[in-house]
């Protein structure tokens, strides 16, 4: 715990904090604790089997990434579309302020750019607790990676994004404030609050893509999101609006 104690005393007083040096995933720890009405943190220095998005693997090394789950409710009318875009806006505001860089970039619905390359990445995982939606919101974002590692998709870190690199607690506690803020401005007013800023870091915007189920397929261009959060395309045949990333192909 000493190694977690400077952190903690920049955290609310009320949040229910778990603290690894190493541990499978921090979303699976919180996804299987008992519901509570309490916010609920699990932070980690190592994931040994991290979960990113559609089941793919998130990798990562000891005290190499900023590893976190907060696991909080919403309620029952709280539309969740927009909740993983909001996180993102909350760690780039913080990655400008304290990184002194601008260019930061949020490709819908959950990964933040640098350069065209991965710098971090949401997971979202959803319960139902009597009356509220439960929310385990994953956080991965690459501190200072070994230049060894082998990713998927070109990635970056925030050692090569600043000049100066932050302390890793102070940014993690920073970052932890700032979503619990934000997400919380969210579940009293939605999206809306937040389509203005959303615009700034739009990745996408202009890109063409391609999107293809069992259903239907269509082609178009990307031309923002939704006030709730939905992926606007402009097709031949009109806007058409998706809710997840899973079968779009860029073109």
């Not at 991965?118 to 979202?124: F, H, Q, S, Y």
């Not at 501190?143 to 060894?148: A, F, G, L, V």
């Not at 031309?223 to 899973?246: C, H, R």
């Amino acid at each position: 715990m000493v190694h977690y104690s400077s952190l903690i005393d920049l955290l609310p007083k009320d949040l229910e904090c778990h603290f690894f040096d190493s541990i499978e995933s921090t979303n699976l720890f919180l996804t299987n604790r008992t519901f509570t009405d309490k916010v609920q943190l699990c932070l980690a220095r190592e994931q040994t089997q991290g979960k990113g998005q559609h089941g793919r693997h998130w990798e990562s090394q000891m005290d190499g990434s900023i590893l976190f789950s907060i696991r909080r409710n919403f309620s029952q009318e709280c539309n969740l579309n927009g909740v993983s875009l909001v996180v993102g806006l909350a760690i780039v505001k913080v990655l400008e302020k304290e990184c002194l860089v601008e260019g930061f970039k949020i490709k819908w619905p959950n990964d933040i750019y640098f350069e065209n390359k991965k710098l971090a990445g949401v997971l979202l995982e959803n319960q139902m607790q009597s009356r509220n939606q439960s929310v385990v919101i994953g956080v991965g974002i690459n501190y200072s990676i070994d230049q060894s590692m082998i990713l998927n998709k070109p990635w970056t870190d925030l050692k090569k994004t600043t000049k100066t690199l932050p302390d890793i607690k102070l940014l993690t506690a920073m970052i932890i404030n700032k979503i619990l803020v934000m997400s919380e401005h969210f579940s009293i007013f939605g999206f809306d609050d937040f389509q203005l800023d959303w615009e700034k870091y739009d990745l996408l915007k202009g890109k063409q893509i391609k999107y293809t189920n069992l259903e239907e397929s269509f082609e178009g261009e990307v031309v923002g999101v939704s006030s709730q959060g939905a992926l606007k395309i402009l097709t031949k045949n009109g806007v058409k609006e998706l809710y997840s990333s899973k079968h779009i192909q860029y073109i």
